[in-house]
């Protein structure tokens, strides 16, 4: 467990005890930032590949995984910080998905020197307002006041995991599932992090940025629209993925991370 203020979290170290076989990768190290839907298992699919050439650092938001649930105020944004501190990180490549990836937005605009690149799964910004228009958040709002888990998570699944709604999906389910509890004991106390939108332009570092084609309207559209206001962006469309390309297309993905980390200056 990794103190941060008020709290802690859950935090894996690719080179920590008892992990001998992966002591010796080099390269920028890498941490990864899980979406809202999911939690950190959400890398496992990507995960072999990149330790192979990075020490990878990955930990869970307050209340998901294994992480405790929060008692006090806290933010996505100081907790990374919290943690690139625990682990003596000075210099790291950002691997965030949706929720993830805003937070890697921001931290790197917060504190430029410490972000060397960025890799975007599918990701949110702050001082978006395009996702305002997505019926999502009405009827999610609705369901969480009946307290409807199963219509939560039916919904979550419908909405950000389309590519698996032609057969059994049981391991996004499960990740939505534990995920919506979380919602619930979050709310209350995680803070919105200043708004990036507008100062996407002031990012500096090699940027990839995926979108899903299978995801939300909304979404792919937000996406398309930081890409253009990014300087240098390398736009990716991943054509069999929804919010959840780590599960959908593995390969690709780690790829495309370890790609964007190639050329970063440590």
């Not at 049981?170 to 979050?186: K, Q, Y």
């Not at 469309?237 to 790829?255: F, K, N, Y």
């Amino acid at each position: 467990m990794v103190s941060v203020r008020d709290g802690e979290v859950w935090a894996d170290d690719s080179q920590g005890e008892g992990k001998g076989e992966h002591r010796e990768a080099g390269g920028l190290p890498l941490v990864l930032l899980h979406p809202g839907v999911a939690d950190s298992r959400v890398w496992d699919p990507v995960l072999p590949r990149l330790v192979e050439r990075h020490r990878v650092i990955r930990f869970d938001v307050r209340g998901y995984g294994h992480s405790p649930a929060p008692t006090a105020k806290f933010s996505v944004v100081e907790d990374l910080v919290a943690v690139l501190d625990h682990f003596g990180l000075s210099r790291v490549a950002l691997v965030g998905s949706s929720m993830g990836g805003a937070a890697a937005v921001n931290l790197a605009l917060a504190d430029p020197a410490r972000v060397a690149a960025l890799a975007l799964l599918v990701p949110g910004v702050t001082g978006y307002e395009g996702l305002a228009a997505s019926g999502f958040m009405t009827e999610l709002e609705r369901l969480a006041t009946a307290g409807d888990m199963d219509g939560l998570v039916a919904l979550t699944l419908r909405t950000f995991g389309a590519a698996g709604t032609d057969g059994d999906d049981a391991e996004a389910a499960d990740h939505v599932r534990s995920a919506v509890r979380t919602w619930f004991t979050n709310h209350p106390h995680q803070v919105t992090d200043a708004p990036a939108f507008d100062r996407l332009g002031e990012l500096a570092v090699p940027c990839l940025l995926a979108l899903g084609e299978l995801d939300q309207p909304e979404v792919i559209r937000c996406n398309e629209e930081m890409a253009a206001r990014i300087p240098g962006c390398r736009l990716v469309r991943l054509r069999g993925s929804d919010h959840l390309p780590t599960l959908r297309e593995p390969d690709a993905v780690a790829s495309l991370i370890l790609e964007t980390c190639e050329g970063a200056v440590s």
